[in-house]
């Protein structure tokens, strides 16, 4: 059984660009959920994707914006970078009958440093 | 809106001491879901365990141990004997159906 995958490991990127990070979810898993993870702090949720609809955000600008593929993958984007978007970017993938958070399988995330 | 909070910033012990990381959270939701998750300096979030509001009986894996009490709003992880390996950062999470929030975590250091 293959685990969440996330690339890339790191990336560094200039203010006012545009990235997509790539998440692979757990085999089986309909449900993928993306968090920011700024050093020393805990994660902060911002949306969920499942069955490749959006449900469910957190506090985050239109800027940043997902997809979720049929085969359950998954892409953060965000454009107009920030210095404060420099963080680790989670995701993690569930199975959910209906949507939710269940038990979570988290990635290793991408460290983006914004310069 | 919901709410974690986790106190303890840090804690130290030595092993084979128990340990106690408390969680307190708010939220208006009748329905809502509580969550214990660890964070081994590898990096990546290791789920422990899911709650729900309805049920409030205590549950015991292991070493591990929680306590959720609605009374108080609290849902609280005991490390029972604790080892070098259960040294790691340690989160509460609150979550409804539309939403996921963490608390800020604790960090937990077993000395041998």
């Known amino acids: 059984e293959t685990g969440v995958t996330q690339s890339p490991t790191h990336l560094i990127k200039t203010r006012g660009q545009q990235v997509t990070l790539r998440c692979s979810s757990q085999?089986?898993?309909?449900?993928v959920s993306w968090y920011q993870q700024a050093l020393g702090q805990g994660p902060q949720f911002i949306f969920q994707?499942?069955?490749?609809?959006?449900?469910g955000r957190g506090n985050f600008p239109p800027r940043f914006s997902g997809l979720q593929f049929p085969n359950y993958s998954s892409e953060l984007n965000v454009n107009a970078l920030e210095l404060d978007d420099s963080a680790l970017y989670l995701c993690?993938?569930?199975?959910?009958?209906?949507?939710?958070?269940?038990?979570?399988?988290f990635g290793p995330g991408t460290r983006l440093t914004v310069t | 809106a919901q709410k974690v909070t986790q106190a303890q910033t840090e804690i130290s012990v030595v092993e084979k001491e128990d340990v106690t990381l408390d969680c307190v959270y708010e939220?208006?939701?009748?329905?809502?879901?509580l969550f214990w998750y660890k964070q081994p300096p590898s990096g990546e979030l290791v789920f422990l365990i899911r709650?729900?509001?309805?049920?409030?009986q205590n549950e015991i894996s292991g070493r591990y141990s929680w306590n959720f009490q609605k009374s108080t709003s609290s849902f609280n992880f005991t490390i029972t004997a604790s080892q070098v390996v259960d040294s790691a950062v340690y989160f509460c999470?609150?979550?409804?159906?539309?939403?996921?929030?963490f608390g800020a975590g604790t960090r937990l250091t077993v000395k041998p």
């Open positions: 939220t208006r939701d009748t329905t809502y879901y």
């Open positions: 993690a993938s569930s199975w959910a009958g209906t949507g939710g958070f269940n038990e979570q399988y």
């Open positions: 085999s089986g898993h309909n449900t």
């Open positions: 994707y499942y069955r490749e609809e959006e449900n």
């Open positions: 709650r729900n509001s309805f049920d409030e």
């Open positions: 999470a609150l979550s409804d159906l539309f939403d996921m929030r």
